[in-house]
């Protein structure tokens, strides 16, 4: 069977669960939002909202240039973007 199809099959199943599961937010890594876009995203209620784990570091000189650019930073979707930050606390 070819990847897409795969995906296509992963992508409904996964949808069938949000609608069972009552998701109203989805949880994420960076990495995973093309595939949410891609596979996911038209199968699913509009209401449902998108966290993600951002790999934009807050102490990046060039942070708000970067976010600006990001993609899934314009997305309505995205209710929060997690971002990391170094410190003694690891946050």
Not at 3 to 11: H, P, R, V, Y
Not at 29 to 55: C, D, F, H, R, T
Not at 85 to 91: A, I, K, R, V
């Amino acid at each position: 069977m070819k990847d897409n199809k795969k995906m296509e099959i992963l992508s409904k199943d996964i949808a069938k669960q949000i609608s069972l599961q009552h998701v109203s937010s989805i949880s994420l890594s960076m990495g995973s939002y093309v595939w949410i876009k891609q596979y996911l995203e038209a199968k699913i209620p509009e209401n449902i909202v998108y966290n993600i784990k951002a790999s934009l570091p807050l102490y990046d000189i060039d942070f708000k240039k970067k976010l600006l650019n990001n993609k899934s930073f314009l997305d309505k979707r995205v209710k929060t973007l997690l971002c990391t930050y170094d410190s003694q606390f690891e946050l």
